[in-house]
Every structure is written in structure tokens, then in C-alpha cells.
């Protein structure tokens, strides 16, 4: 499993947000859960302009096993979707920190990046849920 | 996303085999009840390695049961819908449903022919206790004796390159004769060192290969073998995906207790023969002349997204439901089996998260030896 990337901020249900430097948060999931789902094979993705809210659904991705909403760590906008997700959702398996993120926030209140997990803790949620 | 979905491994049954797929990385699911590898990486990898050339499966979990006695024949004319007077030679094995009075299915099952005195049978993991009761209380009025087998693990072997990689770690002797095994055959042959093999010419891949009973004593050497011989060991996920490409059915997902055979396009494992009163007959004869109200059919998503079980199905006569369904990876899109009213059902949907997306009814296999069927 690759190293979690210092700058990420993780929500417990798996997902990862990075604030990029102009401000937006670019949201993906963490390489744990894409290994614990195994082969992506489909990905809904919302679409621009839609608005969003802390812990609602707001993508879906689909391994061959199971399909698993994908929530938003911070309310706001969708400014990017990555679009390449539809015809290769395998690039999360691949490289679910990088070029596998999902989509990316406009943040209305960047405060509630506050209320995440940072790498270390992440690490040890899933390192218990391994036990 | 969800939580993921936790096994409890204290509480689960393990093969003689889970240290094996521990060390090679498998990831681990509660299955039934018994902690299985669902894959060892990339489930998608280990079914294109099955289509292409050889993959491996532990199937320990799977319930043996030896039946003995004189009238044991007699009774499995008794008990199994599909009629056991097929099996004349030895070694041979029937595909057969087990039906409670009411035309349901308990289980789906093959039975094996070893000698007027004694068969075998291969049931499913999650209905072994309930199988094993209804058999045993069965048996009863036919004095046959019904023998767990749980000092057995089972391996398959499957792929175009299966049966070759089996032979070669066989002894030379036996080679010849499991070599020219015809397809639902087996018999016992000798394996690495010497141990004792059962070897059937049975899968649930759709493609050719072996399944292999073998001592628990044994089974680490004989997985060991295979790998050493490079057949990829391959999780129940890929077991999965290639029985449903296959278009076999699944217990618990595409029939249960509630289905009956005609409704679960088992219909052809029937036998409505002159004069053998199996459990359950009647009922079918019934359904059968009063119109069977249910059909299961093959569907193609073409559009984007995956079939999942429960999916709800619409059509012009009324709603139905997606039993298997999953990504195909032959095929590159989604496919799964549906139970729909009977009668012109129209246009077929489903709704996948409350979009309606159009399902292409067709003729499955969706796969066989290792090619999208016509059609598909």
C-alpha cells in the first residue's frame, strides 16, 4: 500500500480532500478503500455546478463487487469533475492520491477542512479497522 | 463511501488453505460463514487469467456428503428433481436441484456415482446445515447412511490450460485415464507425492478443467504444486464473475427455497418421468399446467453503470427484479440474470439509483470458452 501524502485531509468514510493553491478542494478516495473495493469498474460523477453539502452523496463508484457512495468533505460547488474516470475508473486503483481524484469544491466555508482527519490519524483508523 | 462491510474472523470457519492465501496477499471476506479470499489483487486479472489459461479456487468450503447403503440409488430417485438412472458408469455426475414439497429449491447440488452402494454429493456452504438436516431425515426411510466429509478440501482448476497443468502433476500411470475424462466425470487418481486425488471434470467457470477433492493432509502441497505450475490462484470474486458470464445460476441469489425450478431456468435439469415420485413433483406438475408465473431471463446493460441483486425491473406486464448481476469482464459492461412476470414483457428497464436505463433481454451463456456468445 503507498504512503498516505502529508498534505491530505481524510473524512472516516474514506475520502481524501487536498486544498489545492487556488483555494479549491480537490476530493478523491484514499488508496485503502479503493484496495478494499478492488477493481473500479464504473463512476457516477456529479456534475459542474452542482451544489454540495458535507456529508451527502455526492459520486458513486462501482467495483466489480459493490457499489459505494462517495461523500463530499466540505459543503459547496462542483468546478471539475475528472471526466477521464468515465471511460478509465481503474486509474483510482492505480493512483488514487494523483491523477484518480474524483472532483473538485468550490469550499463555502473552508473552516470544515478543520473537522477532518490528518494523514497520521487517518492512518490509524485503518490500521484499527485492520486490527 | 460506506463503511466497509466487516467480518468478524473469530467467528468464521477456515479452510486448511487460509494460511496459504494469507501469504500470497489474498484478501479475505466472510463468506457464508467461512473466511474466503475474494481476491489476491485484481479480481478482474484472475478472471481474464481463467478465460486465457489456468486459475485455481479454493473451494473447501463446500459441503462433501457420502451417501452408503443398498438403496441409496433408490432414494436419490426419491430426493433430487433431476433423475440419478443417468449414472450408469462410475464416476459420472448430474447437475440436480433438491426441491422441498412445495417445488422450492433447498439446494443445487452434483451427485456422483461411485457404486450401487455409494454416491456423493457436493452441496452448496451457506445451506449445509440445512441440506445436511433435510437429507438425513429423508434418508431415514431408505436406511441409507449420510456420511460429512470435512477431512476433505476441494481445489478447481480451471482454464483452457487447466486440465494440462492437473495432468502434468499427476502420476504418470493415471495420466492417460483422467486425460480422457469426459465432462462430468471423475475419478481417483494419484497427485504429488503419491497423494490420493478425486478428480472430476466438472467447473463453474465455463471453461474446461478440474475440480479436485483431496485429503486436508494434502491440500497445501497440492496448491503449492499448481503454483509452482503457474496456475493463478484466483478469489471467489473471479469465481463470481465467470459463473455468471457462464450463466450458472447462483443459490441464495438467483433461486431459494420461494422459486421453483421452472422459474429459475433450471427447468432442463428436470425430470418429469414416468412413474418416479420425487420430493416436490406435484407442486411442479401444478405450476407447470396452471402457467408458471415467473421467468428468469439474460440481460445486457449497454449504457454505463453495473447490475446489482434487487435492482428493480420494470416491463410492460408488471416489475421484477435483478438477481446476479455484475461488471462482465469478457464483455466490458454489465450483465445479470432478472426474474420478470411471464408473458410480453415490452421494453425492459432498470432503475439504477432512480435512473430507468434499457436492459437488452438475451440468450445466455453470455461467455463460453473464453468468447462473448452470439448475440451478445
New interface residues.
Given amino acids: 500500500m503507498s504512503e498516505i501524502p502529508g498534505d491530505l485531509k481524510f473524512l472516516k468514510?474514506?475520502?481524501w480532500a487536498r486544498v489545492e493553491d487556488d483555494g479549491l478542494i480537490r476530493v478523491g478516495?484514499s488508496d485503502h478503500?479503493q484496495?478494499?473495493l478492488?477493481?473500479l469498474?464504473?463512476v457516477?460523477l456529479p456534475e459542474v455546478g452542482a451544489s454540495v453539502q458535507t456529508g451527502h452523496g455526492v459520486a458513486?463508484?462501482?467495483s466489480?463487487?459493490?457499489?459505494?457512495?462517495?461523500?463530499s468533505p466540505v459543503s459547496g460547488e462542483i468546478v471539475e469533475v475528472n471526466e477521464s474516470l468515465?471511460d478509465t475508473p481503474e486509474i483510482i486503483?492505480e493512483d488514487a492520491y494523483g491523477e484518480g481524484w474524483i472532483f473538485l469544491v468550490r469550499a463555502t466555508d473552508r473552516a470544515e477542512l478543520d473537522e477532518l482527519l490528518d494523514a497520521n490519524a487517518y492512518e490509524e483508523l485503518i490500521e484499527n479497522?485492520e486490527h | 463511501?460506506?463503511?466497509?462491510p466487516?467480518g468478524d474472523a473469530a467467528m468464521t470457519e477456515k479452510t486448511v488453505l487460509n494460511a496459504a492465501h494469507r501469504a500470497l496477499g489474498a484478501?479475505m471476506v466472510d463468506f457464508g460463514g467461512w473466511d474466503m479470499p475474494?481476491?489476491y489483487g485484481?479480481?478482474?486479472e484472475e478472471h481474464h487469467a481463467v478465460r486465457r489459461a489456468a486459475g485455481m479456487f479454493d473451494v473447501s468450503h463446500m459441503t462433501v456428503i457420502d451417501l452408503h447403503g443398498q438403496r441409496t440409488r433408490e432414494f436419490l430417485r426419491h430426493l433430487l428433481a433431476n433423475n440419478v438412472d443417468k449414472l450408469k458408469s462410475v464416476g459420472k455426475a448430474l447437475y440436480t436441484c433438491m426441491l422441498n414439497e412445495r417445488g422450492g429449491v433447498i439446494d443445487d447440488l452434483i451427485v456422483y456415482f461411485f457404486d450401487e452402494a455409494h454416491f456423493r454429493l457436493v452441496v452448496n456452504a451457506a445451506t449445509r446445515a440445512k441440506d445436511l438436516a433435510w437429507i438425513e431425515r429423508q434418508a431415514r426411510a431408505f436406511a441409507v447412511e449420510v456420511k460429512e466429509r470435512p477431512e476433505f478440501a476441494m481445489i478447481a482448476v480451471q482454464g483452457p490450460m487447466a486440465r494440462g497443468k492437473v495432468l502434468a502433476l499427476l502420476h504418470a500411470g493415471d495420466r492417460p485415464r483422467i486425460e480422457k475424462l469426459g465432462k462430468f466425470a471423475a475419478a481417483a487418481a494419484q497427485g504429488p507425492h503419491g497423494m490420493p486425488l478425486f478428480v472430476a471434470r466438472t467447473g463453474y467457470t465455463g471453461e474446461d478443467g478440474f475440480e479436485i477433492i483431496v485429503p486436508n493432509q494434502h491440500a497445501v502441497a497440492l496448491w503449492e504444486a499448481l503454483t509452482g505450475a503457474a496456475v493463478a490462484p484466483c478469489g471467489l470474486?473471479a469465481r463470481d464473475?465467470l459463473r455468471l458470464e457462464a450463466g450458472m445460476n447462483l443459490y441464495g441469489q438467483d433461486m431459494d427455497e420461494s422459486v421453483s425450478p421452472w422459474e429459475a431456468n433450471l427447468g432442463w435439469t428436470v425430470v418429469l418421468d414416468e412413474g418416479r415420485d420425487f420430493i416436490g413433483r406435484a407442486a411442479l406438475e401444478q405450476q407447470k399446467a396452471g402457467g408458471v408465473p415467473r421467468v428468469m431471463i439474460g440481460v445486457v446493460l449497454d449504457d454505463?453503470?453495473?447490475l446489482?441483486h434487487g435492482q428493480r425491473v420494470l416491463t410492460a406486464i408488471g416489475e421484477g427484479e435483478i438477481l446476479s448481476g455484475?461488471?462482465s469482464?469478457t464483455l466490458n459492461k454489465a450483465i445479470g440474470f432478472a426474474r420478470i412476470p411471464a408473458g410480453a414483457a415490452g421494453e425492459i428497464r432498470v432503475d439504477i439509483?432512480g435512473r430507468e436505463l434499457s436492459l437488452r433481454p438475451v440468450k445466455y451463456p453470455f461467455v463460453r470458452d473464453g468468447k462473448p456468445c452470439e448475440g451478445i
Fill in positions: 468514510s474514506h475520502e478516495i478503500a484496495a478494499q478492488g477493481d469498474v464504473y457516477e458513486v463508484v462501482e466489480v463487487k459493490a457499489a459505494s457512495d462517495i461523500y468515465s486503483n479497522e | 463511501m460506506a463503511p466497509f466487516e484478501r475474494i481476491n485484481s479480481q478482474i470474486g464473475t454505463k453503470g453495473v446489482r455484475s461488471f469482464p439509483r
